[in-house]
């Protein structure tokens, strides 16, 4: 299967964020990894146009709360309909299997020994600063510890998290994870 990890970073923040406000939010970077070339990259609102035919050609968008937050955001720029692809959201598995939402940073440190360098807030105080390459790099980080969520999870059928001094298991169903569906997208290749 061919997928494309990804994580948006945005301009600003709202107060409240639900389905109906996230779309108002701008986007900043995009930072993505495609399975298909090992490669990591990163994309600046003005050029999302170069990455919708990597999207067009993968199986799966994977990412972490992108059900509810990066493909209603992303979904505003692109031209067709990216909830027709499969998408595999990690927070939403924790969420099926726990019963509660968990923290990027709490998964990676107890899953995989590192945590996040910072966060979102600080993010869109760099990018409003103009510090464009540390708003990449922060995103860059996300999506490469999402990817090495996805790919523990697929081969151990678990991630771990710290409840305050345990770190304890949570189950993931992968079984449907590497089935496609062939819900691929084509809306900017001519196809």
């Known amino acids: 299967m061919n997928y494309i990890v990804f994580d948006i970073e945005t301009t600003d923040t709202l107060p ?16 993505a990894y495609n399975s298909k070339t090992k ?8 050029e999302l146009v170069n990455f919708w035919p990597l999207i067009e ?5 994977i990412g972490f709360n992108s059900d509810t937050f990066d493909i209603p955001l992303l979904n ?5 309909d990216l909830t027709d692809m499969k998408s595999i959201d990690l927070l939403s598995d924790v969420y099926k299997s726990l019963g509660r939402r968990i923290r ?18 600080i993010a869109i105080e760099w990018w409003q600063k103009g510090e464009v390459d540390k708003v990449r790099d922060y995103c860059l980080q996300d999506v ?25 298991d949570i189950k993931i169903d ?8 062939g819900g691929s997208v084509t809306q900017t290749l001519g196809l």
């Open 16 to 31: 409240y964020l639900n389905e109906k406000t996230v779309p108002t939010l701008d986007i900043a970077i995009l930072g």
């Open 174 to 181: 992968t079984s449907a994870w590497e089935i496609t569906d």
């Open 76 to 80: 505003k720029y692109y031209p067709g």
């Open 39 to 46: 490669k990591y990259t990163s994309y600046t609102a003005e």
């Open 144 to 168: 490469k510890i999402t990817k090495d969520l996805f790919e523990y999870a697929k081969k151990h059928g678990i991630i771990k998290w710290k409840d305050l001094t345990d770190i304890k």
């Open 104 to 121: 990027l940073n709490n998964l990676a440190e107890a899953t995989l020994g590192e945590g996040k360098s910072s966060h979102g807030l």
């Open 57 to 61: 050609e993968t199986d799966a968008l």
